[in-house]
């Protein structure tokens, strides 16, 4: 510990983003660059607490103080390889991780808590820049072959961490580029691509393959999956939309949020020139008020929108963390994210109830405020009388969530089993109803966070390592049944 009154003399800071009038004309990410004497002052607020609850608050048990601590004695290096450690891709978690670890954080009991998502950030990107990071090559190979369905985080994270372990490892990708949705999901500003590119070359350079355009279970036969490789990891993600069935749904005009935001990610990759759908002068309307939602916002803002609201069933959050989320666990707060900032409004205890059309199109929403209960332990939304509004729209976004795996050819030509919240069932060692197939990340948990589909591609990998070889060195931060600091 450097300095062991940081947390005292020093107030926590984020970098500066840039300004919205600016940032609506490009899609590249919205920070400013942050001063290393800054984030060393930063990472000195750190108190290196005898019980750090930052640790168990990130299920992949980053070993947070540690690099704080080399962070502010400016020992770069060994700050790195303490983050990699634990983290395969701490150039996602640190843009796109919600940071539980942070509300876990001992200072975050009574002040603000410490900067650790940015210390993490720019740990890696320093490390990039600097050429550290390089291929890790298995020194001895195992004549093992692995299948990995799906390249999102988990699936990435298995895949190399079992090529490391010297296995032979191939990814199938169904789309025309590997990244599952930090590829197509994820907006630019967000995420620009090339983090993603250069930790995939990495993994090209240990000897992972990935085969894109392969849709397993209609392009490859399972049966032949299963017959030309040692052990499968299914890491296809939880893709099945929630839809709003509601009279006016079949309107046009209406569209899931993974059927819109994808496209503007390709004009971003050079695919296309323009999308064929665009929120270019049109009054927008986001149903949903999560992360995708805020994704939806911000690219219908770059995109020339002529009005955006967001709408939140649920009520509005408080400021303060309330007194039924007490420290550590996540707390249920307002959060305004960079899109929040750049326009659009946001309407909370909102419920849509009908859409109207002209010609075929939808025109807009008939709503009325909702006031929520709990009974049995489930929330219930009671419409409030005299609370019914109408809001002219030309393109609405559902982005409600996710209801778990699809079913496909796959799931069906391994005759898989489902738990009651319909995601693939797997055992203590992630091993599905089909032996020696194993399940990871959202399509075992259920929608969830990158830094668990990090942590669940680890743990997964560790078990198809024992599997395959009857013993394992490979680290398993998580268990499948985990669940977070609730």
């Known amino acids: 510990m450097g300095d062991f009154r940081g947390f005292i003399k020093h107030d926590r800071q984020l970098p500066e983003r840039r300004s919205v009038p600016v940032r609506l004309r490009d899609w590249r990410e919205v920070y400013e660059p942050f001063p290393e004497e800054d984030l060393m002052r930063q990472a000195s607020r750190c108190m290196d607490c005898g019980i750090p609850f930052c640790n168990h608050g990130c299920p992949l048990g980053n070993l947070i103080p540690d690099w704080n601590d080399l962070t502010y004695r400016g020992q770069w290096g060994d700050a790195i390889e303490r983050l990699h450690a634990t983290n395969n891709f701490p150039e996602f978690t640190g843009r796109l991780c919600p940071a539980p670890c942070e509300t876990a954080c001992v200072l975050g009991i009574n002040e603000p808590a410490v900067t650790i998502k940015q210390v993490e950030v720019s740990i890696v990107d320093r490390a990039w820049d600097e050429g550290w990071i390089r291929p890790v090559r298995a020194s001895v190979r195992s004549g093992r072959r692995v299948a990995v369905v799906g390249s999102g985080p988990a699936g990435l994270a298995t895949a190399q961490q079992l090529t490391r372990a010297g296995h032979e490892v191939v990814v199938f990708e169904r789309a ?43 392009d490859i036969p399972v049966a032949d999956l299963r017959s030309s490789y040692d052990a499968v990891v299914l890491a296809c993600g939880a893709t099945r939309w929630r839809d709003l069935p509601i009279p006016g749904r079949d309107l046009d005009g209406i569209m899931q949020a993974m059927e819109y935001l994808p496209w503007a990610n390709r004009v971003q990759e050079g695919d296309l020139d323009r999308s064929p759908v665009s929120a ?52 249920i707060l307002y959060r305004v994210s960079s899109a929040h900032e750049e326009g659009g409004q946001r309407r909370f205890a909102i419920n849509t109830e009908e859409f109207v059309g002209k010609g075929g199109s939808v025109t807009a929403l008939r709503t009325h405020r909702v006031s929520q209960a709990v009974v049995d332990g489930r929330p219930t939304f009671d419409k409030i009388d005299g609370s019914d509004e109408e809001y002219p729209a030309d393109l609405v976004l559902l982005a409600m969530g996710f209801t778990g795996p699809e079913e496909s050819a796959l799931t069906a030509g391994l005759d898989l089993q489902f738990d009651p919240r319909g995601n693939v069932a797997r055992d203590s060692s992630f091993t599905t109803s089909a032996d020696g197939v194993f399940a990871c990340g959202d399509m075992g948990r259920g929608q969830s966070l990158i830094v668990w589909a990090i942590a669940e591609g680890r743990s997964c990998a560790a078990a198809v390592d024992t599997y395959l070889t009857g013993e394992t060195s490979l680290p398993a931060p998580i268990r499948p049944d985990s669940g977070p600091l609730r």
Do not use: Y
């Open 280 to 331: 270019e002068g049109k009054r927008v309307v986001v149903i949903g008020g999560g992360d995708t939602g805020a994704d939806c916002l911000g690219t219908a803002l770059r995109q020339g929108a002529a009005s955006v609201h967001q709408f939140e069933i649920m009520p509005k959050p408080s400021d303060d963390r309330p007194a039924e989320n007490p420290w550590p666990t996540w707390p």
């Open 176 to 218: 025309d580029r590997i990244g599952g949705l930090l590829r197509l999901g994820i907006p630019e500003f967000k995420l620009e691509k090339r983090h993603l590119d250069r930790r995939l070359a990495q993994m090209e350079a240990e000897g992972t393959e990935f085969r894109t355009h392969t849709n397993v279970g209609t």
